[in-house]
């Protein structure tokens, strides 16, 4: 017997076949690849989109969409991309070097202001007016750190002083401004913000109201992001944030008065005390630059502005009498604001907000001793600041801030 053995002829795979079993043509993987990436960024534009959209739609986040995205992206993890865009961004704006300001820039002084109150007939317990800052830039210019008086009177006379200099020997077309503010005719109150700090809602915050209208001197920024500013938050009885011991603080007390200092040193918790607000260390102890100030060192002042970078900055600082000082304007490094802040008396300093967007001092003038102050009758320190004279009345303003309110006077 014999056997046929009939063998079935091997299946031949088709080229077709075989690169279908491979993973398909070149084109078909591009085509998966591409529908995974797509479907990546899909979910997130699902997730981030509403967020990004409210941001970049949300003026108290900047004035400008590159303002906002930053922080937006700084609240949700990307500080390093935006330590390094605003790092070339700087790089290539250096504010100019030599020239001479714009007509007008600087503020010739205007003589002492009168009453127009008739009722003032008691003159009201004050501090003497400040004395002139020594100019930076030689020759100085007319008007250059010679005070003028500004803002409402209280009891008839001056609570606040401005002034206008150069600020440093090289760039000498810009001008930053100089507040000095009587504490003994002004109290000071924290206004907190759904954004800085959070946590709301509070008893003092945007817009200012009506009746804080009426008795309204100036408002100022505040500082960074508690995320960024080393430091914590106190008010209305609250802790915020923690309050860092050592950390540079601006404090309010119940009956209005304030000071700053460093934490655990200078200033403690008291029962009267009513608000902290923190940011970084003492720029100014003792009367001078605390030691080991660089203006390349960006890590502690700043560090979303790069290496040797002169930006706008803002710093708050206490004199010997007890009156405030403000400093604000563009062209700043750390050891020119500090430098500054001393040559306007201060004994303890601090940073506060920097940034263009972020640094903003006006001062209001009604036309009567009561009269409530209004964007219409506020004035910025420099014409050139940020955010208008309305900035402080708006309801859709999120950040926390400093006004300076008439004691009342008899």
């Known amino acids: 017997m014999s056997f046929i053995t009939t063998s079935t002829p091997r299946h031949r795979i088709s080229s077709e076949e075989r690169k279908e079993r491979s993973g398909g043509t ?17 979910v997130l534009a699902l997730i981030i989109g509403p967020s990004l959209v409210s941001a970049l739609t949300n003026p108290s986040l900047g004035s400008g969409l590159n303002a ?3 922080e937006w992206a700084r609240t949700h993890g990307a500080n390093g991309f935006v330590n390094w865009a605003e790092n070339i961004w700087y790089s290539h704006h250096a504010p100019p070097v030599g020239g001479k300001p714009a007509a007008g820039a600087l503020r010739v002084p205007t003589k002492t202001r009168a009453s127009a109150d008739p009722a003032a007939a008691t003159v009201p317990v004050h501090l003497p007016a400040p004395a002139p800052i020594q100019p930076l830039a030689t020759p100085a210019l007319p008007g250059e750190g010679q005070w003028t008086p500004v803002g409402r009177l209280v009891g008839g006379i001056p609570a606040m002083y401005e002034t206008r200099l ?11 401004g100089v507040a000095w503010m009587d504490t003994k005719l002004l109290r000071a109150t924290l206004y907190s913000g759904s954004f800085i700090p959070g946590g709301g809602p509070y008893r003092y915050t945007a817009p200012i109201g009506p009746n804080a209208a009426t008795s309204l001197v100036a408002a100022f920024n505040a500082g960074f992001q508690l995320s960024a500013s080393n430091g914590g938050y106190y008010t209305d009885g609250r802790l915020i944030a923690p309050l860092r011991n050592g950390a540079a603080s601006f404090v309010v007390y119940a009956n209005g008065s304030c000071t700053v200092g460093a934490w655990g040193q200078n200033v403690t918790m008291t029962p009267n005390v009513v608000s902290v607000r923190q940011n970084l260390d003492l720029l100014v102890n003792n009367g001078q630059p605390v030691p080991g100030l660089n203006a390349n060192d960006t890590t502690q002042w700043g560090a979303t502005l790069g290496d040797q970078v002169y930006v706008w900055r803002s710093g708050l600082g206490v004199t010997a009498n007890g009156a405030l000082v403000y400093v604000g304007g563009p062209g700043l490094n750390i050891t020119t604001l500090a430098d500054l802040l001393v040559r306007a008396g201060a004994v303890r300093a601090m940073e506060m907000d920097i940034n263009t967007d972020w640094v903003n001092l006006t ?13 219409a009758n506020g004035t910025m320190m420099l014409p050139n600041m940020t955010g208008g004279t309305s900035r402080y009345f708006a309801t859709w303003w999120s950040r926390d801030f400093i006004t300076m309110s008439a004691r009342p006077v008899g």
Do not use: E, K, W
Request: charged fraction near 20%; proline fraction near 14%; charge should be positive.
């Open 26 to 42: 070149p084109n078909y993987r591009r085509r998966r690849i591409l529908v995974a990436i797509g479907s990546v960024f899909l």
């Open 166 to 176: 150069r600020p440093d020997p090289i760039h000498t077309s810009l001008v930053v």
């Open 68 to 70: 906002r995205f930053a």
């Open 363 to 375: 001062t209001y003038d009604p036309s009567t001793p009561n009269g409530a102050a209004t964007p």
